[in-house]
């Protein structure tokens, strides 16, 4: 098997051991961004240090230096997150080019554990999107079908890794772009208790709703990477004081018991209704009876609230955006548009804004303003806040009765590009399963449960759990992936097409 068809969990051991050099790992991946990704367009950027830093870590090991587990193993990165040495645009025209001054946390915690940074990966600008077909440079492809989106809004991350360009990476979950994007291209996405990962450094959209997590292809990877990014961060006012207990045990614990036995796992039944793909329907009625036969208790819960979450989410979050982008003024960093003859701070700001700002943006801004504008408050954000409360007290009553909850992760498979780019509501509706983790703050994980049989195409499994309880999440994935793989005898990562780059363009109508 070549390197980058390897696990992190492999491609760590093998490094440690010396059976290979971070070099080696790091060019065969950069070799497969090479060929793939002009079809892909997962990255945005590409690091001219990612060798260096490679050598650097195989220097160290050779010296007998102790190492983190994932020592020398690469990575992607959202380009939501700051990094030092590479421009930072959160997929918008409005900070094209901008190299931030400083490391996001988890960047700078990647770093400190010697993990190669391959590049930045695209986006929906400002996280706004459920597709990455609103990011300022172009959408990114499902590496399943290239006609296909890749999930939103951090579908560049999703197919970084679906793709085998890069074993791991990072994303952010604001509403679902790191578990949504998982079920479309059948990935592993953990959105953490709000939290329990540093913000700092992670340019804002909802401050009250973001989360940074790993994007992997497996369980126990997701967790490694996991156990990296999280823990305190005095940057962040925000950030969980927790001693976190270790993730990558209890990932390696329910996948080697692969036993639900005394688990009880609630069925949400507000998130399996109308608008749900019928094949995403009978994948995820397979998984509760795979779940049953391992020994879970299957309890269906109500959460009444969650139908008013989408509602409520699209007034928190366009509030909490229109003051977070306020900072984008033209003055202090960014683009900035000069009127023709000159202008005032405030006709140079608007001119900016009209040139750097996507569609998307625009709208969720006004919106966002609206909702927070004297005369509104009251009835549309302080409404949506109590309906938060509501969702919240919904959370509380199923985890008295459950120690897990499940839907599905997206309630259709990846749809094509365009499908649903001028319709707005049809777009907002695909993050309708995932939202409520966000506006909970409770952790979710989103991971295969196979192909739908109307198109082949993955559909996933989200897993929600208690606030403050990221290691249930793992331990119950650990387990149910396992289950699935001894099924059907092998990942479903592996029933991928080749994405060979003459096949790739042989699918978009390009000469072979």
Not at 72 to 97: N, Y
Not at 123 to 152: C, K, Q, V
Not at 163 to 183: K, V
Request: include cysteine; charged fraction near 20%.
């Amino acid at each position: 098997m070549t390197l980058t068809r390897l696990s992190a969990e492999t491609l760590a051991a093998r490094l440690a051991a010396k059976e290979v050099s971070s070099v080696e790992v790091t060019q065969a991946h950069l070799d497969r961004i090479a060929a793939v990704d002009g079809d892909i367009h997962a990255f945005l950027h590409i690091s001219t240090s990612a060798l260096a830093t490679a050598a650097d870590v195989d220097a160290r090991r050779l010296d007998g230096e102790r190492l983190s587990p994932l020592a020398g193993v690469p990575i992607a990165i959202k380009d939501v997150l700051c990094t030092i040495d590479m421009p930072s645009t959160a997929g918008s025209r409005i900070l094209e080019g901008w190299v931030p001054p400083y490391d996001a946390t988890v960047v700078r915690k990647l770093r400190a554990a010697h993990l190669v940074p391959l590049g930045k990966t695209n986006m929906d600008e400002f996280a706004m999107g459920s597709s990455t077909e609103h990011s300022a440079y172009g959408p990114t492809h499902n590496p399943w079908d290239l006609e296909r989106i890749p999930g939103g809004s951090g579908g560049g991350s999703a197919a970084a890794v679906a793709a085998f360009e890069s074993p791991l990476a990072l994303g952010s979950d604001t509403g679902g772009p790191i578990r949504q994007p998982a079920a479309v291209t059948g990935s592993v996405g953990v959105k953490p208790t709000y939290g329990g990962v540093s913000r700092y450094g992670a340019i804002a959209l909802a401050s009250s709703l973001d989360q940074v997590g790993p994007v992997t292809r497996s369980v126990v990877d997701a967790a490694m990477l996991h156990d990296v990014i999280g823990g305190h961060d005095p940057r962040d006012s925000t950030s969980l004081r927790d001693p976190w207990p270790s993730f990558t045990d209890a990932a390696r614990a329910g996948r080697d018991s692969r036993s639900l036995a005394g688990v009880r796992v609630g069925v949400v039944k507000e998130l399996n209704g109308d608008g749900f793909q019928a094949g995403v329907r009978s994948r995820f009625a397979e998984s509760l009876e795979i779940m049953a036969a391992a020994g879970a208790e299957i309890v269906e819960v109500s959460a009444p609230n969650f139908e008013y979450a989408i509602a409520a989410y699209y007034l928190i979050l366009p509030a909490e955006a229109s003051s977070n982008l306020a900072k984008f003024d033209s003055v202090r960093f960014g683009m900035r548009v000069n009127p023709v003859g000159g202008g005032t701070v405030e006709e140079v700001m608007a001119a900016t804004r009209e040139a750097g700002f996507g569609d998307e943006v625009k709208r969720r801004i006004i919106l966002g303003t609206y909702a927070l504008s004297a005369g509104y408050y009251d009835a549309y954000y302080g409404s949506a806040q109590k309906v938060r409360t509501l969702i919240q007290r919904d959370f509380d009553a199923a985890f008295e009765k459950v120690d897990v909850l499940v839907s599905p992760a997206a309630p259709t498979t990846a749809f094509k590009l365009g499908e649903k780019l001028n319709d707005p509501l049809a777009m907002y509706l695909n993050d309708i399963t995932t939202i409520p983790a966000n506006l909970a703050g409770v952790p979710g994980m989103g991971l295969p449960m196979g192909l739908a049989p109307e198109d082949g195409l993955p559909t996933g499994l989200q897993v929600m759990a208690p606030a403050r309880q990221d290691a249930r999440l793992y331990s119950f994935g650990g387990a149910f992936e396992a289950l699935l793989e001894d099924k059907w005898g092998h990942t479903l990562l592996s029933q991928a097409p080749s994405l060979e780059p003459t096949e790739m363009n042989a699918a978009r109508g390009g000469a072979v």
